[in-house]
T-cell receptor
Framework: DAGVIQSPRHEVTEMGQEVTLRCKPI?????LFWYRQTMMRGLELLIY????????DSGMPEDRFSAKMPNASFSTLKIQPSEPRDSAVYFC??????????????FGAGTRLSVL | GENVEQHPSTLSVQEGDSAVIKCTYS??????FPWYKQELGKGPQLIID?????GEKKDQRIAVTLNKTAKHFSLHITETQPEDSAVYFC???????????FGPGTSLSVIP
């Protein structure tokens, strides 16, 4: 398997623009997580899905952020409108704790977002 | 909910020396403790883990210890090498189908 695939790897946009980050989890994994990483706040869990259903979105900073998982092989994280404070590295991770008997998370390479 | 603390936040060691990173957790229901390594420009990757029914686990130069009574667990890296330089995250969770709670991370620098 190619692992968790995120796109784009880098995104530079201007304040107020819509940004869409994409993630393809590992085939067969039933959990998908979105994280944000900054120097100040470390690795923050934004939202996670189980079998395409959002389970906990308490980490989503505000209404400008939304996430969807239309099927088992694709998820998006959208920011609209974007602000400079959204600049961070966004990671997607997937896991299959029922199959692995332990909760190992497999991370993608991340999307580095810069909002000017 | 679970809260994981991690110390130190930064650590510099000479090549060949040992490095120790310590973590504490708050939820006594947590029973699975993974450690992740994040290299520059990459996502975190699992390097070792330990379950609550085990006090110590070793994998070559890396070892983890767990004190469930005190809710402490530690990562020990012996004979450090420059390629060990990275950010290390401890984490805690239940082995049920739940999220993993990560510590804030330790930036380890191994000086040649």
């Amino acid at each position: 398997d190619a692992g968790v695939i995120q796109s784009p790897r880098h995104e530079v946009t201007e304040m107020g623009q819509e940004v869409t980050l994409r993630c393809k989890p590992i085939s067969g994994h039933d959990y998908l997580f979105w994280y944000r990483q900054t120097m100040m706040r470390g690795l923050e869990l934004l939202i996670y899905f189980n079998n395409n259903v959002p389970i906990d979105d308490s980490g989503m900073p505000e209404d400008r952020f939304s996430a969807k998982m239309p099927n088992a092989s694709f998820s998006t994280l959208k920011i609209q409108p974007s602000e400079p404070r959204d600049s961070a590295v966004y990671f997607c991770a997937s896991s299959a704790p029922g199959k692995q008997a332990k909760n190992i998370q497999y991370f993608g390479a991340g999307t580095r977002l810069s909002v000017l | 909910g679970e809260n994981v603390e991690q110390h130190p936040s930064t650590l510099s060691v000479q090549e060949g020396d040992s490095a120790v990173i310590k973590c504490t957790y708050s939820d006594s229901a947590s029973n699975y403790f993974p450690w992740y390594k994040q290299e520059l420009g990459k996502g975190p990757q699992l390097i070792i883990d330990i379950r609550s029914n085990v006090g110590e686990k070793k994998d070559q130069r890396i070892a983890v210890t767990l004190n469930k009574t005190a809710k402490h667990f530690s990562l020990h890296i012996t004979e450090t090498q420059p390629e060990d330089s990275a950010v290390y995250f401890c984490a805690a969770c239940e082995t049920s189908y739940d999220k993993v709670i990560f510590g804030p991370g330790t930036s380890l620098s191994v000086i040649p």
